[in-house]
Structures are given as C-alpha cells and as structure tokens.
C-alpha cells in the first residue's frame, strides 16, 4: 500500500481527504501541529526522511475569509510563504520524486479576462484584499514549476481548486468563507427571527464553488495519475453565481424567507473567479455534486455539528 504524506490534515480539504472512500488504498500519514511543526525546516526535513513517503499532498497553510485577509496580510502572507517552502523544499531534500501542491483561484490578476486560464498567473494586479495570500500560493507553484524544471523526474505540480465548501468547514463568519458564513448568518436570522440579512458590497460579484467531497475525489484522482497531469491546471465546476443568488440560493434551502440588505460601504472583492477547466475536463475529471445538493448537504452537517 503506497503512503501519501498529508499536511493540513486537520483542515477543511485535509479531514474529507482522509474520510473519503478511496482513502483505504492508501497509508495516510497526516500529523498534527503538535506532531510536526510546518513553521520549522529542520523538523520537517528530518520527518520526511524518516517517513519517506511515495507522494506528498501539501493542503497546508494560514486560510480565512476576506475579512481575516484585510486584517492580517503580514501573518498570511509571512506564513504561507515559509510552510511552503518548508515542504517543497524538505520532500525535494528527501529526494520524494511526487507532490501535489494546492493553491487558489485568488493567485489570479484582479483584471484577468474570465473564464481564467493557467497562462493568466502573474499577468496582473492582484485582488489587494488577499494579496498576501495569494503572493505566498504563487511562491510555492512556482517553486514546484522549477524544480521541475531543474529535474523532470520530480512530479512537483500544482492543482488550482475554485472556492470550496462542505463537511468541516469553518461556520464563524470571522474566519469562514463565504458559503459556510451565509449558511451561519441565514440560519441564525431564523432562529432568532430577523427579518433581513447584510451583505457586504452590492452581491453582484460572481464566485464559483465546489463542494469540497468532489474536490477529494479529484485529488484521489490526480494521485493515481500524477505523472498525466499538468504542471498547473485548475479545478472547478465550470459555473458561477452572483452572491446575492448564493444568499438566496441558501436561503431557500434553509427556509427563511426576510429580505438581504447591502452594506456598499464593505469591500465587495473581484467581480469575478471562473476557472477555466479546459485542461480538466481534458485530464478526464469532472464533479458530480449540484450546488443545490451541497448546500443541502453542508447545511445538514452544520445543523448535526456546529449549532
């Protein structure tokens, strides 16, 4: 059985990694903070010599929402750029020929034409409500690309998921994204009987999400076809939705019935992030999972483990 060296184990993408199907092919090693500090190069290279692992799937790093991103670029941008490079680097040193990096749509110029293609990285402006972020994301695929490039018998690729959503995921509007944040907000507006519910900017900016369960499935995917893959590809549904139709859309799937308001004096983000998946529906992967099921299904989880 080959073993696959998870790091973000405890995360949103980490924990329905490990709880889906196909993890029963693998060895899954996935250690915690306290088993393995990501922050600290010695101590990850010395894991990865130790457990020598077939592949290594880099779901780490410092996430939240757009409000967490305003207030603290220093700590995203600081600590995403160093857990990076301490993976790609400790599984390079520990001579591991495959790796799976994740980034995110948001390393895309905030002007980038729609849908996004791969070539677009680095041809802009980036969205400054999460630049810091996405500098980190694009330090580490970058670094993937010329080790590569270096040695092409290192597998070291990047996958770039859409917005995600589902089981485990973070609820606090605080530091939750912001599917998992309206499904929060419309549900507490129902049960204390609110009759409207805010939302930032004036909902027209349009976002794609994937329900994380088929993201998982993806990654299974990629893992048993890593050398087929492309250096950098994306990930995502191939559809979006203004904000205010994902309010409604959870809305309904909640049953409350007030009205959204809109706070035009908050940051409404880019207008736009559609992946463009030409090269994976090319790669052969597509999700099966409606917008309708997943927040169905999200709002299920929420209702059996968070309130």
């Known amino acids: 059985m ?93 001579k591991i020929k495959k790796l799976i990096n994740l980034a995110s749509t948001c390393i895309y110029p905030r002007e980038a034409q729609n849908p996004l293609k791969e070539k677009y990285i680095l041809e802009g402006k980036l969205e400054p409500t999460n630049e810091g972020y996405a500098i980190a994301k694009i330090v580490a695929l970058r670094l993937c690309q010329y080790i590569r490039k270096e040695d092409p018998s290192y597998n070291y690729k990047t996958l770039i998921p859409c917005n995600l959503y589902g089981r485990f995921d973070k ?31 004036d909902g027209s900016a349009r976002r794609e999400f994937m329900y994380i369960e088929d993201l998982a499935d993806a990654i299974y995917f990629a893992l048993e076809s890593i050398s087929d893959m492309p250096d950098l590809m994306n990930l995502g549904v191939g559809t979006d939705y203004t904000i205010k139709e994902y309010y409604e859309s959870v809305a309904l799937a909640i049953g409350w019935q007030g009205e959204f308001v809109f ?15 030409s090269l994976q529906l090319k ?16 709002y299920k989880y929420y209702l059996e483990n968070v309130v």
């Open 263 to 277: 706070d035009y004096s908050k940051p409404t983000g880019m207008a736009q992030k559609l992946s463009d998946i």
């Open 283 to 298: 790669w052969g992967w597509q999700p099966k999972t409606t917008l309708k099921e997943g927040i169905r299904s999200t």
């Open 2 to 94: 080959p073993t696959l060296l998870l790091t973000g184990g405890s995360g949103l993408v980490g924990r329905n990694i490990q709880n889906h199907y196909a993890s029963n092919k693998w060895n899954i090693i996935a250690p915690s903070s306290n088993d393995l500090n990501l922050m600290d190069y010695a101590s990850v290279k010395s894991f990865f010599n130790e457990c020598k692992p077939d592949i290594v799937l880099h779901c780490a790093g410092r996430v939240g929402g757009i409000s967490a991103n305003i207030e603290e670029p220093v700590a995203f941008l600081d600590s995403n750029i160093v857990i990076g490079r301490n993976v790609i680097m400790g599984a390079r040193e520990a």
């Open 171 to 201: 609820f606090d509007p605080k530091n939750s994204h912001l599917l998992p944040a309206i499904i929060h907000k419309v549900h507490q507006a129902k049960i204390i009987g609110e009759q409207s519910v805010e939302i930032w900017g």
